[in-house]
């Protein structure tokens, strides 16, 4: 179950951040993005803010997805 809410977080996660950023990347691409930020993001969030449970994941996910993006977009190939 664990994997399964992982991709549907990262998905979702990874839709929102390219959205925000205004990139356009492929569907393999978006869920990478949101699964690397909700790694990245829902551990720092779950860890400062564990009690607001699930929204916490999203939020965390989010914010690491947008991250993931402005260093790609930063450091990555030109």
């Known amino acids: 179950m664990g994997v399964i809410w992982l991709l549907i977080?990262?998905?979702a996660a990874g839709f929102l951040a390219t959205r925000?950023?205004?990139i356009e990347a492929s569907?393999?691409?978006t869920v990478a993005i949101g699964m690397g930020g909700a790694l990245i993001g829902?551990?720092?969030l779950r860890a400062l803010l564990?009690?607001?449970g699930?929204?916490?994941g999203l939020i965390g996910a989010v914010?690491?997805?947008l991250l993931l993006i402005w260093l790609w977009q930063t450091y990555g190939p030109k």
Do not use: D, E, K, T
Request: hydrophobic share 70%; glycine share 14%; no cysteine.
């Open 54 to 56: 699930l929204f916490a």
């Open 20 to 22: 925000m950023m205004r």
């Open 63 to 65: 914010l690491g997805a």
């Open 27 to 29: 569907i393999p691409v």
């Open 42 to 44: 829902g551990l720092i």
């Open 50 to 52: 564990s009690v607001m």
């Open 9 to 11: 977080v990262g998905a």
